[in-house]
């Protein structure tokens, strides 16, 4: 097992009143270098669960593996765990806490004890691998950059330690068109390029749907679904029951294929279906 | 020339500039002409940084023309002593609904601007239920707001601001946090608000299936009213939305490529339905 958990229950504050069951026995595995998807409803558990993976949050029972191992909680463990599984909340330019940009990325390397020359290198390297010019913009104040710098700045301050797993909550939230076009040719440059294992949750699948090798499903805490994208897409009536959506693309194939168009429904990119209503399309011609 | 009758907002040769900042001689806004009538249900489209957030926040006086006026209703924004009714006739949702919930329980939370009118009590729950009853949100009135999902949270903000009799509402973003089914909730709970009590809506969104649902589409380039027509017309016109680094819905894009491979495709396809049932009907003809 490269990353994924065993049995992993999560309860808020367990033995007070107050105690509410985020996670219950979820057992999944991502493969090194998959680029997988958590969906779920809001309040599903989508957060908490991510939230395990790099050792922020404790299970109360189960276990989370990394590598085929328990991660623990040993704080000089997790510590190291995190340099190699890293984390991009939600809105993670709310955090900003730096001057400038080149601090803001700096925070990790410094933090993480090494000297000012590798800091240096590794900042201006996590920033050119998000596509941003770190002579422009590194003595920059994060908050005078655009929305979409802004959370590239952010991914950076991640990217600075090289981490090997990038597990990214609702990364396009608030973007433009363009920017969330950007973010994911970035991701999908680490996942190829770079072999970063990629983990994302969203609700937005326009994009994330093509891209996905594996796909796991959150209800209310528990597991609904994992498998490749292809099965867990193939499950429509459960997806919607769950108040989830296909992606748009794949939701036009099948409003033709309930019209009786012989075309797969398994599609999820605006080129697919051109090509996929095409072929059809030449049959029924000739 | 005085304000029409049924005219709710009406910006007039409006600029901006945020005080202070280092582009002072860069305008956020700048000669932005716009009228928004009653019963308007109205899409705000741009891309990130392009003066949508701070053309809502000048329209219910949360910031001041530089220079031009906004008047609402006839009343300019700039006026100290009439905010209160600015505020009451353009009520605000913001994008994250954690961020607008201020009360301990539901019922609270709605009643919240009602006591900072100083009410009577009984006045003041009879308003909060009636609209609690509107929204379908009775059974949560005594729920903690934090404890709802992300579209229940949302309807409640709506609640909150519905209780004030406004004649218009501000959306930015409203959508943003919520997963498909709190995004259905809310726009269906918004756009009944529109048909059936007349209340015009200005709705800042990133999404082209959202603009597309809308009456009007005014869109926002650098600070410049870039577009301003029928959404129908707009939302169709894939040259000119790729041109600001836009995008059409699914439904529009994915015809366009199909123009492209020479289907004889109508050229007011918008929504998904539209596009199934030309595509199926053009494999009847052939």
Known sequence: MFIGTEQLTHTYMP????????????????????????????????????????????????QVVFEGKNIGSDKQELLRLRKRIGLVFQM??????????????????????????EVENKVIEALEKTGLDPNELRMRHPFQLSAGQKRLVAIAAVLSLN??????????????????????DLLTGLNHKEKLTIIISTHHLDEAAALADRVLVLKQGELAMFGPAVEVFGRREELYSLGLALPPV???????????????????????ARREINKVKRRDRS | MAAQPSTI?????????????EDADSPALSGINLTVNQGEYVALVGPNGSGKTTFLKLLNALLIPTHGQVLVKGISTAVESTLPEVRRVCGMIFQNPDNQLVAT?????????????????????????????????EKLLSQPPHLLSGGEKQRVAIAGVLVMEPECILMDEPTAMLDPAGRRDVLNTVRELNRNRNIAVIHVTHFPEEAAGTDRVVILNEGKLAA??????????????????????????????LRQDSFPLPPQILYNRELVDSLCSLGQNS
């Open chain 1, 163 to 184: 981490p090997e797993v990038l597990i990214l909550d609702e990364p396009t939230v608030a973007l433009d068109t363009a920017y969330r076009k950007n973010l994911f």
């Open chain 2, 228 to 257: 301003d027509g029928a959404s129908a017309e707009v939302m169709t016109d894939l040259q000119f939305l790729h041109g600001l680094g836009l995008q059409g819905t699914t439904a529009v894009e994915l015809a366009a490529l």
């Open chain 1, 250 to 272: 794949t939701e036009i194939m099948h409003g033709l294929a309930e019209k009786g168009m012989p075309v797969s429904t398994s599609v999820y990119t605006l080129q697919e």
């Open chain 1, 92 to 117: 993670p330019e709310e955090q900003f806490f730096s001057e400038t940009v080149f601090d803001e990325v700096a925070f990790a390397p410094r933090n993480q004890g090494f000297d000012e020359n």
């Open chain 1, 15 to 62: 033995g007070t009143p107050f105690a509410t069951k985020a996670l219950h026995d979820i057992s999944f595995n991502f493969k090194q270098g998959d680029f997988a998807l958590i969906i779920g409803p809001s309040g599903s558990g989508k957060s908490t669960l991510i939230q395990h993976l790099n050792g922020l949050l404790k299970p109360t029972s189960g």
């Open chain 2, 9 to 21: 907002i009406e910006a007039k040769d409006v600029d901006f500039y945020y005080p202070g900042g």
């Open chain 2, 105 to 137: 329980t539901v019922e609270e939370d709605i009643a919240f601007g009602l006591e900072n009118l100083a009410l009577p009590p009984e006045e003041i729950r009879n308003r909060v239920f009636k609209t609690a009853a509107l929204l379908g949100l």
